[in-house]
């Protein structure tokens, strides 16, 4: 059974800091009401293997392997069948090609094996399976509507810091902290309006601070001018 992350302390938020992120929350729905993924997929299957794949890789290049890949095997059973062999040359241009396809193929078989073809939604289950970590799982259940949660990526954790919403040391921790401080009516959207902003705006060596709607609710504004 996969290990909960440590939780860190408890944060307590005064007025005005609930003020704050409920204010930057409000701000990123009214720009973006409704985020998705930036991944492409077909069903649940699909969702699982593309966001497998994308670990240590851009959206851009796994939706361009996936394109093909999916057009032939979009079931455990098809993809089964294909093999590592016949999976490798449809995902060769992504990194960690071989050990991913070793994950994708065992991941299928187990799927066919104990689940009947069809991808368990529940958090212990979909960590069970082969490539499929916390932070899978996390975008998996929440892109489906099935869990809120907030899955840390490198986007999400530098976002994190520098709006002052988490000061942990690990994904896990920013996790854990960004569902303490986060909003309900905001959790199943923040995944995404944290990570959209940090891939597009507040960029690692230069954000956009002119372009960011957050700025004036930015504690870490007047480190980049």
């Known amino acids: 059974m996969p290990k909960p992350p ?34 492409d997929f077909k069903n649940p299957y699909t969702l699982v293997v593309a966001v497998a794949l994308s670990a240590q890789a851009t959206d851009k290049s796994v939706n361009k392997a996936t394109e093909k890949l999916f057009a032939v095997a979009d079931t455990p059973a098809e993809m089964l069948a294909l093999g590592e062999e016949g999976l490798i040359p449809y995902i060769a241009s992504i990194g960690l090609y071989r050990t991913k396809a070793k994950n994708v193929i065992a991941a299928a078989r187990i799927l066919m094996e104990q689940y009947g073809g069809q991808v368990p939604l529940n958090r212990e289950a979909l960590q069970s399976l082969p490539g499929v970590g916390r932070k899978t799982a996390s975008v998996v259940l929440n892109e489906l509507d099935v869990e809120p949660a907030i899955a840390v990526d490198t986007h999400v954790f530098r976002v994190a810091h520098r709006l002052k919403l988490a000061s942990g040391k690990t994904p896990d921790q920013v996790e854990q902290e960004l569902m303490a401080v986060t909003p309900k009516i905001f959790q199943t959207r923040a995944h995404h309006w944290l990570i959209l902003h940090g891939r597009y705006v507040c960029v690692a060596r230069k954000p956009k601070c002119r372009e960011c709607p957050v700025a004036d609710l930015c504690p870490s504004r007047d480190l980049f001018g």
Do not use: M, V
């Not at 005005?16 to 998705?36: D, G, N, Q, V």
């Open 6 to 39: 440590a939780k860190p302390a408890k944060r307590r938020l005064s007025p005005a800091e609930k003020t704050r992120i409920e204010t930057l929350f409000a701000r990123f729905a009214a720009e973006t009401p409704h985020p998705r993924t930036e991944l």
